[in-house]
C-alpha cells in the first residue's frame, strides 16, 4: 500500500512539473505584446524604412495615392505587398538559444527598421527585420521594446519576407518603390504630339490638336485619317516603362526618337541584348530618358504604338 501510494505521489509531481514547465516556457516567449501585425491596414497613413546604410524610404497615403519620398507614386503591386505583410505576419517560433546571439547581433549591423504610423504623427508599430532563416522560410525580427527577436513569417507563403518591404539585401532603393508610369494623359488635355525620327527625318511629324493638324518633318500640313489620330491620342493614357535605371547605363547608345507630348520629352536611345539580363531575352528594348534625364528601361512593343510615322496617320 505504501508503495502505490508513493507511485501516485510521484506521478502526479511529475505530471505538475511537465505542465508548470510548459507553461511557463510559453508565457516566457510569445505572448500579445509580441504581436507584430496590424489588423486596420486601412488606418495606416505613412510606413518609413531605414536601412543601416542611411538609406530611408518614407511613403505616404495622400487620400487614394501613395507617395514615395513625397516624389513619386507608388506601385500599386508593392503597396498592396506590403499592407498584406503588415497585416498577415506572425511569429513563427522563438529564437533558439544556440543562434540568439548571432541574430542579435545580425539585427544591430544590418537590421532594417520599420516604423508604422497612423495620421501621419502616431506610431504604432516599430520593429527591425535581420536576415532570413537558413531555409528562407522565415525571417529574424525583433519587436520595439521586446526582450527577444523571433522568427516571424507569412502563413502559407514560401518564402522570407524582407522583399516584400522592399528590402534586397538588406538595402533599400526609391527606384524599387516607384510607379513605372511614363506617360498618364487624357486626350482633351493633349496639345501637341511631335514624332523626331532622328534616322529618317522623312517619317517625322508634329500634331496640333487645336485645332486638329498635321505637319510634316518640312512643316508643311498634311491630310490625316482621324480615327487613326484619335488611336495615337488614346496611346498616351497609360504607357508604363519597364524600369529605372542608373546614368552609367547609357553609355555609347544611339539616340533613335524623339517623342514630344505638350512640355515632356522622352528621348530613345539603342538597347544592347547584351546587355539584357532579364528573364526574357527575346523582348526588344529601348533607353529612355524624360525631361530631367533620368534613364529608364522600355519595351518596343508598349511604345511602337506611339513612336509610328506620319505615313500611320495617313
Known amino acids: 500500500m505504501h508503495r502505490k501510494q508513493l507511485f501516485y505521489f510521484l506521478l502526479v509531481l511529475l505530471i505538475s512539473a511537465l505542465i508548470w514547465l510548459l507553461s511557463t516556457d510559453k508565457k516566457s516567449t510569445i505572448t500579445n505584446d509580441n504581436n507584430f501585425a496590424i489588423s486596420d491596414t486601412a488606418s495606416v497613413s505613412r510606413i518609413f524604412i531605414a536601412d543601416r546604410s542611411g538609406k530611408t524610404i518614407t511613403l505616404d497615403r495622400i487620400e487614394r495615392v501613395w507617395k514615395v519620398n513625397n516624389k513619386y507614386e507608388v506601385r500599386k503591386d508593392a503597396i498592396t505587398t506590403i499592407l498584406n505583410t503588415i497585416q498577415q505576419i506572425t511569429i513563427q517560433r522563438p529564437v533558439a538559444k544556440n543562434e540568439l546571439d548571432g541574430v542579435i547581433k545580425d539585427l544591430a549591423t544590418t537590421g532594417v527598421k520599420v516604423e508604422i504610423y497612423t495620421n501621419k504623427k502616431t506610431l504604432i508599430k516599430s520593429y527591425t527585420i535581420g536576415s532570413p532563416t537558413a531555409n528562407h522560410l522565415g525571417s529574424y525580427m525583433l519587436l520595439n521594446g521586446a526582450q527577444a527577436p523571433f522568427?516571424?513569417?507569412?502563413?502559407?507563403f514560401n518564402g522570407f519576407i524582407s522583399p516584400r518591404y522592399g528590402i534586397q539585401g538588406q538595402r533599400l532603393n526609391e527606384k524599387d518603390w516607384?510607379?513605372?508610369?511614363?506617360?498618364?494623359f487624357k486626350v482633351e488635355d493633349i496639345i501637341r504630339v511631335c514624332v523626331n525620327n532622328l534616322h529618317k527625318s522623312e517619317k517625322s511629324f508634329t500634331l496640333n490638336t487645336k485645332p486638329l493638324t498635321l505637319f510634316n518633318h518640312k512643316g508643311d500640313e498634311v491630310s490625316f485619317k482621324e480615327e487613326k489620330v484619335l488611336a495615337l491620342l488614346n496611346s498616351f493614357r497609360k504607357l508604363n516603362c519597364e524600369s529605372f535605371k542608373s546614368k552609367d547605363k547609357l553609355g555609347s547608345s544611339t539616340l533613335l526618337y524623339e517623342l514630344i507630348i505638350n512640355n515632356d520629352t522622352l528621348r530613345t536611345y539603342s538597347f544592347s541584348k547584351a546587355e539584357d539580363n532579364t528573364d526574357n531575352s527575346n523582348v526588344k528594348r529601348m533607353y529612355a530618358t524624360?525631361?530631367?534625364?533620368?534613364?529608364?528601361?522600355i519595351q518596343d512593343y508598349v511604345f511602337n504604338k506611339v513612336l509610328i510615322t506620319i505615313d500611320q496617320l495617313q
Open 290 to 297: 524624360l525631361n530631367n534625364g533620368e534613364l529608364m528601361l
Open 178 to 184: 516607384r510607379a513605372t508610369t511614363v506617360f498618364k
Open 151 to 156: 522568427v516571424v513569417h507569412i502563413p502559407s
